[in-house]
């Protein structure tokens, strides 16, 4: 007789404490923490950002859901690359991996025999035969009247089938200095022609992982997409029309070559990061470049910049570093004295005017003052030489999308807006900037710098009635009128909800237009913080003014951070809702964790100053009644005062 099956000793279980102390995205999604400094091994891994102080997204379930949305995405562009090499592994015929190439159509083990033409390399490459005759049977994709590869359906019968191929286009350009090879730059580009085959052809399948295959094919699509395209011819550039050279020759001293590779090393890419994104590389072979090959004057001030920007950098205090920059700045000054009294070259000057104006934002510390014409009488003989040059006839006169602004009133405008605010003044093209209002016609100046044409032309009536209230010529009635008229005109640029998001794709690179969105969003809040900073009796304490600061915080999460971030390019936004802040407000946390982010370069150019500036004013304006000059109650320190009190004289854009 069997007896009873003894049942086995229960073990005592211990309860399972949760840790609190994880970082915050690990807790978002449920997954185990290691509490791993600076960074755990999972966000690492992974690639996500890791936070252990509490986030701004934490507290808000709408922005806990998008944060979710966007580490998902994050890890599926990491799990994706990670895929892609197994493919590429897995074929045995694969070539060699090239930059940017995605997997092969030898990858893949259908019956079709895929090919994959040579890589187009330079005049040097022994591998492509430039004169051979076109092979009928491979598909040519790129037609010469298509700008975007179109990827049509297939055909039901062809006699001659498309063969799928990606080439490989490695594009070189050559710089000289007085006829010397100086400096050599080499970037690749790849075509692909590969479709997705049928859903019945066979192919290498993962468990759980069909979304790895769409997303291959999606992110091409993304990239070849118009869906963010811009036109590169879209500025009348004062040197005429595109350049097909690939040469740039400048002629300088042997002393100053030095400082010439440095600009165009380490300062070309900080003038115009958002012309950038919108426009690769037409900063510096459109405007940049060319300039320095025509204009003596132009190419002083870029040097002058150039030994600005070494000296801080490399904090070097050396005699040579300080007669460069003398040498060169009283140069360009000496040239544009001599042009001006020709009265000839007047592009040229503008264009060196402008220059020694808005490089120096880009450069240099704020103790590093040069002992040298303020910015605003700089700026004073150019709006002389955009009148002169009947530049703002021109600008009216583009009010359609086929014709282009010219480049320097649009970069011009951008100064005189902004640089009007430093002021207190109107901006002197206040007239043009409200017929183009008015007309509802572009300046450019999204495409420039980022905030839209419309909301800039805002901001300079704001800036107008700003003079009108410190000149005193209208009275408190009138002002509220006023302002409450242009605060209808700002809601009427309101867009729907859910246009600002993230500034990436799923592919990680820049969306353009969503960007400006982010950054249009952030001007605007702004310029309403500006708007009711004009009201009678305003005070930085009052509930509007606070949840008008908290959101543009909120929207500062969605502009990219760090050194290739873009909030060098926020600088007067972050100025205006900063110097408004409370001593508890969200802004100075969020402000400080950028600023962090973006190290050294924090303490460089507008964003430097900025810096310094904003630390003045919460100095001055948080500390207790009566302990600054014994006034009471110091709760709104203007920001222009106490530029006035340090002798400060910036133009923060």
Sequence with gaps: MVGPKSSPPKTSSKMHRRSRSGCFTCRLRRKKCDEGKPACKACKHLGLKCDY?????????????????????????????????????????????LSHSLPTSDTYSDAMAHTRAVSVDSQYSLEYDFNQAPVPEHYDGYPPHTITPHYAPPLPYNPYPATPYEVDIKTERQMYVNDVPTRRDSSTSTFSTFQPPPPHATLPSFASDNWIQEDIYDSRRDSFSGEEGLDFNFFDFSHGPPHTTQQAVVQVDDCDRPLLDHFVDNVLRLIFPVLEVNQHGSARSEVILPALESNKCYLHCCLSISAIHLKSTERLHSEQIDNDIMRHRYATISELCEALNRDTDHQQILEATLGMIFFQCAVGRPDDILPDIAWHQHFQAASSLVRKLELPHAMVRVSNSQMHPPFNMTLASWIDILGATMLGRAPHFADTYREKHLSASTSGLCELMGCEDRMMYLISEIACLDALKIEGTVDDAQLCTHITLLGQQIDLTEPPPGTVDYAYSTTGAIRPKQLSKNMTAIFRLAARIYLCSLVPAFERSQDSMIALITRLTEFLEFIPSGPDGFDRSLVWPMLIGGSLSTPTSSFRRVFAERVERLGEHAEFGSFGRMVRLLQEVWRQADAPAGVEDGSEGRQNVHWRDVMRQKGWDFLLI
């Design 53 to 97: 102080k509490r986030p701004m997204w934490w507290s808000n379930n709408e922005q806990r859901k998008q944060q979710k949305e966007h580490i998902k995405t994050i890890i599926k562009r990491t799990k994706l690359s990670e895929k892609t090499s197994q493919l590429v592994s897995m074929g045995v015929d694969t070539p060699p991996g």
